[in-house]
């Protein structure tokens, strides 16, 4: 959906002109733009219009939009003053295939009503690019493109399919936009960590889709490597990180978070504490993985009763015990690791074959990581421990996760057999505070009210026992 355009900042000492003029460079960054630029002051309006629409219906974006919002209509005010600024369309004749996102802004009228719900749309497309610190790129602008056209044609919206697909669109954005709060609210220090949000909550979500558990394990069997060709690679790669290679460390970390390299690579090293408004992170001095499972799990609900199992969607997890004391010596002999991709080489970094000796030349670090899922399936033969300990939620069904409380120290069994499989080592140990701790569903019941319901029901069985001399009717009406 968006590029890797990275979007300039405002700065807060900056003079009036100079901030309308990083306005400007922002506004062309986040929207790709003619080198000419033309109807820049419509863009720049529209663009200020959709996302006051936006912020309407997802306050989240105050913070990072509002200011934004003052330097674009300072910018337009300014143009317009100086009587700057053409606004006519024969400018646009030709670019609409190349530059889509331009020519919809600049062809919106946001004075009419019937636009209301399209300028939510793109106002929360342009807030999310704006904080992702990327170009925006997507289907909704097209979309929006199709019901401006239509309405200017005179076609009926009701009379297109359009009509649904917009309001859809506004629920998607504004239910990410909603699990993006607490990273929104943290201020500029916790927007970095956006990206990674976003991202993980799309790979969560995406295995957790509606096809049927049989459908949605086979649809990733084919891609992932086979046990045997998977401890070949880790072991190959542990040998490598011994020697002191960061691209093989890297490597290994990503698999045993079970996030896609180009995911786990955004995750911030920590020490202790949570990073400000990231859904995961390191906990380095521990050695633990620890992912926030709630933003990508909005629909089972935060808190049970005292009746129920008390459970925590912070799921941790440990590194191999090897790799875990490498990143230790790697962080503390460079300062300036931040996030796993730190480790990766620039050269390395895009490049999605493994290499190794013994291994076909197919073998990727996408199929690799692939493979953990089924392989701790393998060594704990639990469905649901496979598929937490992993992120391989493909192996579980959706209305399971509602009920599903797994114990911590499972969890740890089962990443201790997978990484004995695959030729990683033991983990590390687990540190006492997670000892009693459950991962998953505030809505298990406790045992004692699980047996109190049993026991009620055997009274309630004993006291309208049927007596001897009933028949089979009398049986039904009692």
């Given at each position: 959906?968006?590029?890797?355009t990275?979007v300039?900042k405002?700065?807060?000492?900056?003079s009036a002109?100079?901030?309308?003029d990083?306005?400007?460079?922002?506004?062309?960054?986040?929207?790709?733009?003619?080198?000419?630029?033309?109807?820049?002051i419509?863009?720049?309006?529209?663009?200020?219009?959709?996302?006051?629409?936006?912020?309407?219906?997802?306050?989240?974006?105050?913070?990072?939009?509002?200011?934004?919002?003052?330097?674009?209509q300072?910018?337009v005010?300014g143009?317009?003053?100086?009587?700057?600024?053409?606004?006519?369309?024969?400018t646009?004749?030709g670019?609409?295939?190349a530059?889509?996102?331009?020519?919809?802004?600049?062809?919106?009228?946001?004075?009419?009503?019937q636009?209301?719900?399209?300028m939510?749309?793109?106002?929360?497309?342009?807030?999310?690019?704006l904080?992702?610190?990327?170009?925006?790129?997507?289907s909704?602008?097209?979309?929006?493109?199709?019901w401006?056209?239509?309405?200017v044609?005179?076609?009926?919206?009701?009379?297109?399919k359009?009509?649904?697909?917009?309001p859809?669109?506004?629920?998607?954005?504004?239910?990410?936009?909603?699990?993006?709060?607490?990273?929104?609210?943290?201020?500029?220090?916790?927007?970095?960590?956006?990206n990674?949000n976003?991202?993980?909550?799309?790979?969560?979500?995406?295995?957790?889709s509606?096809?049927?558990?049989?459908e949605?394990?086979a649809?990733?069997?084919?891609?992932?490597?086979?046990?045997?060709?998977?401890?070949?690679a880790?072991?190959?790669?542990?040998?490598?990180?011994?020697?002191?290679?960061?691209?093989?460390?890297?490597?290994?970390i990503?698999?045993?978070?079970?996030?896609?390299?180009?995911?786990a690579?955004?995750i911030?090293?920590?020490?202790g504490?949570?990073?400000?408004g990231?859904?995961a992170?390191?906990?380095?001095?521990?050695?633990?993985?620890?992912?926030?499972?709630?933003p990508?799990?909005?629909d089972?609900?935060?808190?049970?009763?005292?009746?129920?199992?008390?459970?925590?969607?912070?799921?941790?997890?440990?590194?191999?015990?090897?790799a875990?004391?490498?990143?230790?010596e790697?962080?503390?002999t460079n300062?300036?690791l931040?996030?796993?991709?730190?480790?990766?080489s620039?050269?390395?970094?895009?490049?999605?074959?493994?290499?190794?000796?013994?291994?076909?030349?197919?073998?990727?670090v996408?199929?690799l990581?692939?493979?953990?899922?089924?392989?701790?399936?393998?060594?704990?033969?639990?469905?649901?421990?496979?598929g937490?300990?992993?992120?391989?939620?493909e192996?579980?069904?959706k209305?399971?996760?509602?009920?599903?409380?797994t114990?911590?120290?499972?969890?740890?069994n089962?990443?201790?057999?997978?990484?004995?499989?695959?030729g990683?080592?033991?983990?590390?140990?687990m540190?006492?505070h997670?000892?009693?701790?459950?991962?998953g569903s505030n809505?298990?019941?406790?045992?004692?009210?699980?047996?109190?319901?049993?026991e009620?029901?055997?009274?309630?069985?004993a006291?309208?026992r049927?007596?001897?001399?009933?028949?089979?009717?009398?049986?039904?009406?009692?």
């Amino acid at each position: 959906m968006y590029s890797r355009t990275p979007v300039q900042k405002f700065g807060d000492g900056e003079s009036a002109p100079s901030q309308v003029d990083t306005a400007l460079r922002t506004l062309t960054t986040l929207i790709p733009c003619p080198p000419h630029q033309p109807n820049t002051i419509c863009v720049a309006r529209s663009a200020a219009a959709c996302i006051t629409a936006a912020i309407a219906i997802t306050p989240e974006f105050n913070v990072l939009a509002v200011p934004f919002v003052a330097q674009l209509q300072e910018f337009v005010d300014g143009f317009q003053a100086a009587g700057r600024g053409g606004t006519s369309d024969a400018t646009l004749i030709g670019l609409a295939s190349a530059y889509p996102e331009w020519c919809c802004l600049a062809k919106l009228d946001t004075t009419s009503e019937q636009f209301v719900e399209v300028m939510q749309l793109l106002g929360l497309e342009i807030c999310l690019a704006l904080a992702r610190k990327m170009t925006v790129r997507g289907s909704n602008f097209s979309l929006a493109s199709r019901w401006i056209r239509d309405a200017v044609s005179g076609i009926k919206q009701h009379h297109t399919k359009d009509t649904q697909e917009v309001p859809k669109a506004i629920a998607r954005l504004s239910k990410l936009t909603h699990s993006l709060a607490p990273c929104l609210n943290a201020g500029k220090d916790a927007s970095e960590h956006v990206n990674l949000n976003i991202l993980a909550m799309s790979a969560i979500s995406a295995s957790l889709s509606s096809l049927r558990a049989k459908e949605r394990q086979a649809a990733g069997a084919h891609s992932a490597l086979s046990l045997s060709d998977a401890r070949i690679a880790l072991d190959g790669l542990r040998q490598l990180s011994e020697k002191g290679d960061s691209d093989a460390l890297a490597i290994q970390i990503a698999f045993c978070t079970g996030l896609p390299l180009h995911i786990a690579s955004l995750i911030p090293f920590s020490s202790g504490q949570r990073p400000k408004g990231a859904m995961a992170w390191i906990d380095v001095q521990l050695g633990l993985i620890i992912v926030d499972l709630r933003p990508a799990l909005p629909d089972i609900p935060a808190q049970g009763t005292e009746r129920h199992i008390d459970s925590t969607f912070l799921l941790s997890r440990p590194l191999p015990l090897t790799a875990a004391n490498q990143l230790v010596e790697a962080v503390s002999t460079n300062p300036g690791l931040k996030v796993v991709g730190d480790l990766l080489s620039g050269a390395k970094f895009g490049k999605s074959k493994l290499g190794l000796q013994g291994l076909h030349q197919s073998a990727s670090v996408a199929r690799l990581i692939s493979a953990a899922g089924q392989i701790a399936l393998q060594g704990c033969n639990r469905r649901d421990l496979a598929g937490i300990a992993t992120l391989s939620f493909e192996l579980l069904n959706k209305s399971d996760l509602h009920y599903i409380t797994t114990k911590t120290d499972d969890i740890w069994n089962a990443c201790s057999t997978l990484f004995s499989m695959v030729g990683l080592g033991g983990p590390v140990p687990m540190p006492s505070h997670l000892e009693s701790q459950r991962v998953g569903s505030n809505l298990s019941p406790q045992m004692q009210w699980v047996a109190e319901v049993f026991e009620e029901a055997t009274v309630a069985l004993a006291n309208s026992r049927a007596g001897r001399r009933y028949t089979v009717a009398s049986v039904v009406n009692h």
